[in-house]
Antibody
Framework: EVQLVESGGDLVQPGRSLRLSCTASGFIFDNYAMHWVRQAPGKGLEWVSGITWNRGAIDYADSVKGRFTISRDSAKNSLYLQMNSLRVDDTALYYC?????????????????WGQGTLVTVSS | EIVLTQSPGTLSVSPGERATLSCRASQSVRSIYLAWYQQKAGQAPRLLIYGASNRATAIPDRFSGSGSGTDFTLTISRLEPEDFAVYFCQQYGSSPPTFGQGTKVEV
């Protein structure tokens, strides 16, 4: 059974940093692109960042470019999101999502499994 | 980026009725790269449809997707109580992948 479990969300002040983690199980982690998608309270879904299976491609939404860094660790079957210079409008539930295609890219593949999310609140 | 606009924002229907949800793109989407997700309150999104018309694993056949170019539709043929939720479309054919703002299906 595929499982994605996010952690690391917290209440932080504007300008501070936070690191989110997503631990994967039930599939060969090294074979799939992984993504972060966020959802602000009462709002829709916004793709944040993605990383391919071999780290050959990494991309970010314009809203987080230069502030967030995505990475993955094969030994730990884990995906990370380092978030720096946090802003109030970064407040959201952050989901980890798996790309469906084996050794696929960041696009041309839908997201077939999602975690339950971890809440990031940025407030003074 | 491709902007997806879903309509209506809220759809009020009764169990057993048919629901038709629309997703319109700001530019043409290659149809094999259009997905629909269902999100129930307090839960993560769940994949329903990919490639515009392919049902994901274990999705009942009352859910169907259609469309091409800039206009796509999700149809729920006979609403069951568990189908009341928010539905999002997503295009993943061009970067960045984008989502519609969602349609809430309520009683």
């Amino acid at each position: 059974e595929v499982q994605l479990v996010e952690s690391g969300g917290d209440l932080v002040q504007p300008g501070r940093s936070l690191r989110l983690s997503c631990t994967a199980s039930g599939f060969i982690f090294d074979n799939y692109a992984m993504h972060w998608v966020r959802q602000a309270p009462g709002k829709g879904l916004e793709w944040v960042s993605g990383i391919t299976w071999n780290r050959g491609a990494i991309d970010y939404a314009d809203s987080v470019k230069g502030r967030f860094t995505i990475s993955r660790d094969s030994a730990k079957n884990s995906l990370y999101l380092q978030m720096n210079s946090l802003r109030v409008d970064d407040t959201a539930l952050y989901y980890c999502a798996k790309g469906e295609k084996v050794r696929g890219g960041l696009i041309l593949t839908h997201f077939d499994y999602w975690g339950q999310g971890t809440l990031v609140t940025v407030s003074s | 980026e491709i902007v997806l606009t879903q309509s209506p924002g809220t759809l009020s229907v009764s169990p057993g009725e048919r629901a038709t949800l629309s997703c319109r793109a700001s530019q043409s989407v290659r149809s094999i790269y259009l997905a629909w997700y269902q999100q129930k309150a307090g839960q993560a999104p769940r994949l329903l449809i990919y490639g515009a018309s392919n049902r994901a694993t274990a999705i009942p056949d009352r859910f169907s997707g259609s469309g091409s170019g800039t206009d796509f539709t999700l149809t729920i043929s006979r609403l069951e109580p568990e189908d009341f939720a928010v539905y999002f479309c997503q295009q993943y054919g061009s970067s960045p992948p984008t989502f519609g703002q969602g349609t809430k299906v309520e009683v």
